[in-house]
């Protein structure tokens, strides 16, 4: 029954938007077959019917799995990593049926999401998108929020002196969740929030040099 579950698995997004490529890495550390369905932002694709059948706020990706559709990056990665246990790498906690280590890794999901992404994500907005779309760098929005993420940054260095993910001894969700703006800010001057932090510095280099992380680089 994989074969058929397998061969029914479609990412509707687009390649390099961070979102998308959370969906896939969680595809690639599965090694699941699947089909990438581009749909082109620029032209607003993304806001038109048939794209907003998928995801009613017109936002990427969406994704099925046979008959199920979903949207949403995050709950696709939960669904792919509960749907998909026992292939390839297993991205919840080791011990998974525990309430309490399943909740520190759900804490890690909300901190991504809630603390770490908004952030990230406009310091990749000011010095990768901006520069691809031909618009100039607001240094001052970089600078503020480049302050925002070395608090949130001091966190996880904490965090990560006591264990060597941000959810325990091995890499789930959490970690993976933070891979595609992470790789993207590695080409800016915010590479150095991450350098400077020696557990952070460590992190970061052994999440994106998993061979899932290398793939949605291709």
């Known amino acids: 029954f994989y074969i058929k579950s397998m ?15 959370r969906v896939l890495l969680a ?8 089909e990438l369905v581009h749909v082109e932002l620029k032209d607003g694709e ?17 994704f099925e799995d046979g008959d199920l559709k979903l949207f949403e990056s995050r709950a696709i990665t939960q669904y792919i990593a509960h749907r998909y246990q ?10 998974s049926k525990n309430i309490a280590h399943y909740a520190i890794m759900a804490i890690g999901l909300e901190v991504e999401s809630h603390h770490f992404d908004p952030v990230a994500s406009k310091l990749a907005w000011e010095q990768v998108f901006k520069q691809i779309y031909g618009l100039t ?5 970089v600078a503020e929020e480049e302050a925002k993420l070395a608090k949130v940054l001091d966190v996880y260095e904490a965090r990560l002196k006591e264990f060597k993910y941000l959810a325990g001894e091995t890499f789930t969700l959490t970690d993976l969740h933070h891979i595609p703006v992470i790789q993207y800010l590695l080409g800016t001057p915010t590479k150095k929030l991450f350098t400077e932090r020696p557990r952070v510095n460590e992190w970061v280099a052994e999440i994106t040099k998993r061979p899932a992380s290398q793939k949605i680089l291709q």
């Open 7 to 21: 061969a029914g698995i479609k990412v509707f997004g687009h390649a390099a938007s961070t979102s998308t490529r």
């Open 27 to 34: 595809l690639h550390e599965k090694n699941l077959a699947f």
């Open 46 to 62: 993304h806001k038109q019917e048939a794209f907003l059948a998928r995801n009613p706020f017109g936002q990427v990706p969406a």
């Open 86 to 95: 026992d292939q390839g790498t297993d991205l919840l906690p080791a011990d």
């Open 137 to 141: 760098t607001d240094q001052a929005v």
